[in-house]
Every structure is written in structure tokens, then in C-alpha cells.
T-cell receptor
Framework: GNSVTQMEGPVTLSEEAFLTINCTYT??????LFWYVQYPGEGLQLLLK?????DKGSNKGFEATYRKETTSFHLEKGSVQVSDSAVYFC????????????FGSGTRLSIRP | EAGVAQSPRYKIIEKRQSVAFWCNPI?????LYWYQQILGQGPKLLIQ????????DSQLPKDRFSAERLKGVDSTLKIQPAKLEDSAVYLC?????????????FGEGSRLTVL
């Protein structure tokens, strides 16, 4: 079946450090891939997405590239800020009339000033 | 544009009691989802509606959970009787299309504690 595996947290970094959160997936066919973010006290919101192989999603300085050969969608940011502290979820869906989004377990990120 | 509204935000009940959660999606969104998020885990889909029809309820524990979406707008998720393992945040989300093409918009969630 379809599934998402992401690196366990928590991840703690200093401000301006480089961030990578690993995500790999298992799916038949060609899924769409997403990163969602949950800031403290807020609901989940879409951070970025990619719908086909080699696509790069980007938003708020974050990037992720859809790598079909390695079945990965790692999240990266060159210089993190304290405001990036949140829980990040990798997710996938296969387009169909009954498609659903499947989430990974989440990675908690804390940024020290 | 108003977001997805959920209530109550917090609920504490004893096991074997019942509870109901309400969700009002973004206006015009045809697809509505209920997810269960247990502490430390990612959201797990319980049920997906397309308008007022059920698209996927394969992971809904139907012996105790029920959900409805009358008139294709608001939705209610009910748990009766509750068990300790039902303690979780119940997330409602909506989208304008099927999940594969569109973005999901989430409410802030309803946190349930079962004692």
C-alpha cells in the first residue's frame, strides 16, 4: 500500500543553520507529494507540493524535489529562522476520484536563537 | 475568506460516554475529510465525503464512530461509546476537488481526552 516515512524528531538547530528533513515514500504509479506544516496552536497548512517527477516545490525559502529514482521528497532550507519552529509532515496522494492524502508521522523542528 | 471551523476545541469525557464534533468547511468546497491525529503520529484519515456522499470510510471504526454530512455542507463526527484510545485531535479538512489535485485546508482541530 501507499505510505510515507520521514525522519524522526525532534530536530533542534541554531538560527541560520541549514535544514534537511528526510522523506521517502512507497506508492504505486505516480503520486503527488506534499509538505504540510503545523505551527504551534494552529491548524495544518500546505507548505509546498510537487505533482510529477523532477518537479521542485518551493515556498517561504523551503524547497523539495520529487525524486522518483530514490522515491524521496526531502525538505530543505538554507537558513532557518526561529519562526520556522513547527511540526512538518510529508504526505502523498494518488490522483483518482477517491484519492486521499496519506501523512507521515511528522518531524518536530525547534530553532534556537 | 473564512477558514474551516471546528467545535468544540477541547472536550474531556469519561470512557463509555459519547461525544460529537462539528465542522463547517470553506464555502463551496465539495470534499470534506475527518482525520484522527494521535499524539506523536501523523493524521490518519477516518472518512472522506464528496458532497454528501461517502467516498472512503475504510479506516472508520464503525462500531463506535459515525459521521454524516447532511446537505453537503456541515459535518458531524460522533463517537459512542468512547474508549481511552480515542484520545486524540480530530481534524476536519476541506478541498475544492479531490485530494490528488487540490490543497487541503484544515481547521484547528478538536482535542478529545478520554479518562
Amino acid at each position: 500500500g501507499n505510505s510515507v516515512t520521514q525522519m524522526e524528531g525532534p530536530v533542534t538547530l541554531s538560527e541560520e543553520a541549514f535544514l534537511t528533513i528526510n522523506c521517502t515514500y512507497t506508492a504505486t504509479g505516480y503520486p503527488s507529494l506534499f509538505w504540510y506544516v503545523q505551527y504551534p496552536g494552529e491548524g495544518l497548512q500546505l507548505l509546498l507540493k510537487a505533482t510529477k517527477a523532477d518537479d521542485k516545490g518551493s515556498n517561504k525559502g523551503f524547497e523539495a524535489t520529487y525524486r522518483k529514482e530514490t522515491t524521496s521528497f526531502h525538505l530543505e532550507k538554507g537558513s532557518v529562522q526561529v519562526s520556522d519552529s513547527a511540526v512538518y509532515f510529508c504526505a502523498l496522494t494518488r490522483y483518482s476520484s477517491a484519492s486521499k492524502i496519506i501523512f507521515g508521522s511528522g518531524t518536530r523542528l525547534s530553532i534556537r536563537p | 475568506e473564512a477558514g474551516v471551523a471546528q467545535s468544540p476545541r477541547y472536550k474531556i469525557i469519561e470512557k463509555r460516554q459519547s461525544v460529537a464534533f462539528w465542522c463547517n468547511p470553506i464555502s463551496g468546497h465539495a470534499t470534506l475529510y475527518w482525520y484522527q491525529q494521535i499524539l506523536g503520529q501523523g493524521p490518519k484519515l477516518l472518512i472522506q465525503f464528496q458532497n454528501n456522499g461517502v467516498v472512503d470510510d475504510s479506516q472508520l471504526p464503525k462500531d463506535r464512530f459515525s459521521a454524516e454530512r447532511l446537505k453537503g455542507v456541515d459535518s458531524t463526527l460522533k463517537i459512542q461509546p468512547a474508549k481511552l484510545e480515542d484520545s486524540a485531535v480530530y481534524l476536519c479538512a476541506s478541498s475544492s476537488g479531490t485530494g490528488g489535485t487540490g490543497e487541503l485546508f484544515f481547521g484547528e482541530g478538536s482535542r478529545l481526552t478520554v479518562l
